[in-house]
């Protein structure tokens, strides 16, 4: 049994500085493996698939990180160099790939949160941690008539969830042609551009994008009267302790179980659901990584 432990790292820094003092901290007590190979998503994938949006590292211990993969041109541009190498980054140290989200190009930034999120799923895996099991897909997010929710991203089961529960909502996107097509599709939900949309939020849930566009920050802080704020997607597999000082109260990633068989999907574009598996951690019960790892 972990016990819970209050949450501090490194709390005074750029968010993707602390994550990466974090994981140079962990790695004195446990070293990681190089890097196995890169995996990437067809690239015809059916659109709206969203096997196609997500590269993956895979550590030589079996350990997987994901990433999304489709800003800036990310997928194009990974795929064009991975056609030179039948095992890309085979024997890099993720380590010095983790460092390049603090001042990466897109590229970089996706590739060091998948390297973050791998070194994260390897020490876990080593230390026997099994994050709690996610009871929905949307990081087990409970609303009711009384709430005003916030969404950075858009997530179109939770605009069902939220009809169905009888409350607000406000949708902050990042793209001007993102927030046209959602308008139309759902016109009587409020969506712009604009991040004070969240400022009477009492609740919030975004996506892990917001750690490779370096928007998570700024999103806390338009949110002030939210008790909840949720980081979920694929990306999130990474320590929480950096989110949950800052502010982040729950964090719902996605673990790959069954290495090979994700290879095989995320190659075919077929769907990951029996080879992952969803978690959803809470910030009030989070043992903290000290006490986790044995790393002073």
Partial sequence: MFRMHTPSAFPDLP?????????????????????????????????????????AIELDDGAFGLSYVLLNHTLDALLATAET?????????????????????????????????????????????????????????????????????????????????????????????????QRERFPGVTIGLDRTLLTPCNAVVGTSTMLLNDTLDAMLAAAPNATRFALIGPSAGLWPDALFARGVTLLGGTRVTDGPGFEQALAKGDSWSAVTRKFAIARDAWPGWQALTGVN
Avoid: K
């Fill in 85 to 181: 190498s039948a095992l890309p980054l085979a024997g890099a140290d993720p380590m010095a790939l983790a460092r390049r989200l603090i001042d990466g190009d897109a590229v970089e930034r996706a590739l060091a949160l998948a390297a973050i999120n791998a070194m994260t799923d390897s020490v876990w895996r080593r230390i026997g941690y099994e994050p709690p099991e996610a009871g929905n897909s949307l990081g087990d997010i409970a609303l009711t008539a009384h709430d005003h929710l916030g969404m950075i991203g858009f997530f179109p089961p939770l605009v069902r969830r939220v009809a169905e529960a009888g409350g607000r909502l406000s949708v902050v996107e990042m793209d001007e042609a993102m927030v046209l097509r």
């Fill in 15 to 55: 968010i993707a500085q602390a994550l990466t003092q974090q994981l140079h901290a962990i790695e004195a007590g446990w070293p990681t493996p190089r890097v196995r190979r890169l995996h990437l998503p067809r690239r015809d994938t059916a659109a709206g698939q969203h096997d196609a949006e997500f590269c």
